[in-house]
């Protein structure tokens, strides 16, 4: 039978992937930005910055502690990336979002697994590239797409199992047999699996299960409870797996943004490495919006790794301020060993 031999969890937002000189490009992303969702309140940039005051976030976002801040999120990416690398899987399973990057608003399903032989990361089009410039949202173009195109592996035969042992527990999933296409040809891997294998696979050529969730579009967005179960489903079915295969499961994305919210974070991530799962799956759905949502993949993982003997370690939280509104990434890196 297969084995889980590792869980990770790591934050993959834009500051992880932009020098801390360039974190005030995404500030003013943010200032331009209709509404931001702040725990269950949803606030303008100036009715954020007055509601948070007196946290005083200016010392927050002195270039110095930036620059701290930075580095030690590299250190901790590093780490993750060679513990990961060193455990040699044979499959890396990654619980993502997808960002509207392959599904949009003709159809959005809940959760879908992809089932094809093969999955395609392709490098920034120029179109593209120029596009995200020019929105504000910064040169961080790399760490999620690469240089030249490239094809990843997918292990099949897990993808289409795990799609029938969430049917038969009656979790109905979308099943993804095909990578999409669009107007401008073949939808790109989102971000979440980018990251992974870009970063802390640095391009290692193992195949990939991408588990995607809807966490940011209403309104058919999972429960945490649901995300939590459906991990269970898929812990299972690694366990059942008449393979010899060793198998890591990745969650992608998280904690808090793009408002930080350190006291929430902790929250999640001392129910995260207590095992304390009746705190994860009451958390109420207004708390998951936007960025924040991908703590849902943790959630998911959390449910998969439920039923090994593995805790989860928090190697490091760093929150990334780049606003006086207290915007940013609260960035967290873990394992379950
Ligand atoms: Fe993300």
Redesign the pocket.
């Given at each position: 039978m297969a084995e889980i031999i590792l869980g990770v969890g790591s934050s993959?937002?834009?500051l992880l992937n932009l020098p801390p000189e360039e974190w005030e490009v995404r500030a003013n992303f943010d200032r331009a930005q209709p509404e931001l969702a702040f725990r269950d309140g949803t606030y303008t940039f100036p009715e954020l910055a007055e509601l948070r005051a007196c946290d005083e976030f200016i010392d927050q976002c002195a270039i110095e502690v930036k620059r701290e801040r930075y580095v030690q999120c590299q250190s901790q990416l590093d780490e993750l990336g060679a513990q990961l690398r060193a455990a040699d899987p044979d499959v890396v399973l990654i619980v993502?979002?997808d960002?509207h990057e392959w599904f949009f608003e003709d159809t959005q399903p809940a959760f879908a697994v992809y089932c094809g032989d093969d999955v395609q990361n392709l490098t920034w089009s120029e179109a593209a590239r120029a596009e995200r410039i020019k929105v504000g949202r910064g040169g961080d173009l790399y760490s999620y797409r690469p240089e030249n195109d490239q094809t990843y592996p997918v292990e099949r035969e897990l993808a289409e199992l795990i799609v029938g042992a969430a049917m038969d527990a009656e979790i109905d999933v979308a099943a993804s047999m095909q990578q999409p296409t669009g107007p401008d040809g073949i939808r790109n891997i989102?971000?979440?699996y980018g990251?992974i294998y870009r970063r802390l696979l640095q391009d290692k050529p193992i195949p990939i299960v991408p588990i995607l969730q809807n966490t940011f579009y209403p309104p058919n967005q999972p429960a945490p409870k649901r995300c939590f179960e459906l991990g269970r489903v898929i812990g299972q079915t690694i366990r059942d797996w008449k393979s010899d295969k060793r198998v890591a499961v990745v969650a992608?994305?998280?904690i808090s943004?793009f408002v930080v919210d350190e006291e929430w974070d902790h929250k999640m991530l001392d129910a995260l490495a207590g095992g304390d799962t009746a705190t994860l799956i009451n958390e109420p759905n207004i708390m998951f919006r936007s960025?924040s949502s991908?703590t849902k993949n943790w959630i998911t993982v959390a449910g998969i790794m439920s039923e090994t003997t593995s805790a989860m370690e928090l190697h490091g939280y760093v929150p990334c301020y780049r606003s006086e509104a207290g915007t940013g990434s609260g960035m967290a890196f873990a394992t379950w060993r």
């Open positions: 993959h937002g834009p993502g979002d960002q989102g971000h979440a990251f992608s994305g998280g943004h960025g991908e």
